[in-house]
């Protein structure tokens, strides 16, 4: 009788759905989701839906790390940058599962507008193509040689640009919006060609854009550059364990 109630109490807490699914910025990672599986549904047929739906999805980004730090629902609570060392770990993410949904909903999103875009302009394909590949590899590579920690983990020997960037909150939201602008502009700009929209994807949001882009190269290289030491360290512990074992 006591072993079926062990086994039954095993077999509930196997299968009982983990609350980190129920966190409320992971909630709002879900609903980011929603909206970007309805907004490319209309994408080529009704652009004020695809508008409204994407522009939701993406302000949603926003609010996760807001709703995190106000819920307590961060890897680290006791403040939004913590210093270890020679590290700067930003605790914007709710969990392990909410950075990596973050981040696949912002890649995902991103790069199945630039195709849609590639679409429209088919002129501009090898830029489009440039942008896909450009966004993907920066921030693969990041994540790699973030080695388990938060991809918006910098050190202090990086450069300026990416410190700033990943160490400002403010700084970091404010590039990714302008960034969405201009391709969100660029497809509204298809279906309705007025010359306000075309300024405000122009003079307003392609600065931003292009900064952007400019940081994600910077990044790739930084990341690349953090990965060789990675290879060095461990080179040099296998090389101190070999000692050791002699």
């Not at 077999?11 to 129920?22: E, G, I, L, T």
């Not at 807001?66 to 700067?88: E, G, M, P, T, V």
């Not at 590579?141 to 909150?169: C, D, E, F, P």
Request: charged share 15%.
């Amino acid at each position: 009788m006591l072993i079926d109630m062990i086994n039954e109490k095993q077999f509930r807490q196997q299968h009982m759905a983990s609350p980190v699914y129920f966190y409320i910025p992971n909630l709002i990672g879900y609903c980011r989701v929603i909206f970007a599986v309805l907004a490319f549904f209309y994408s080529y047929d009704d652009y004020q839906r695809f508008f409204v739906f994407y522009a939701l999805s993406a302000l949603l980004d926003m609010a996760d790390g807001h709703a995190a730090r106000y819920f307590n629902q961060c890897k680290h609570i006791s403040n939004d940058i913590i210093s270890y060392d020679r590290l700067i770990v930003i605790a914007s993410s709710s969990s392990q599962f909410g950075a990596v949904l973050d981040m696949v909903t912002d890649r995902c999103s991103t790069v199945a507008l630039i195709v849609v875009l590639s679409q429209f302009y088919p002129q501009y394909l090898n830029m489009f193509i440039f942008l896909i590949v450009l966004d993907i590899l920066s921030h693969f590579a990041r994540l790699v040689a973030s080695a388990g920690k938060s991809h918006k983990t910098v050190a202090q020997n990086h450069l300026s640009i990416m410190r700033i960037y990943y160490g400002n909150k403010y700084f970091l939201a404010f590039m990714c919006f302008g960034n969405e602008g201009f391709f969100l502009f660029s497809y509204l700009y298809y279906f309705f060609s007025h010359s306000i929209v075309f300024a405000i994807q122009w003079y307003v949001f392609f600065p931003i854009c292009f900064v952007k882009q400019a940081i994600n190269v910077i990044q790739f290289f930084q990341a690349a550059t953090d990965i060789v030491e990675l290879d060095d360290q461990a080179l040099l512990e296998s090389k101190k364990s070999a000692k050791k074992t002699k």
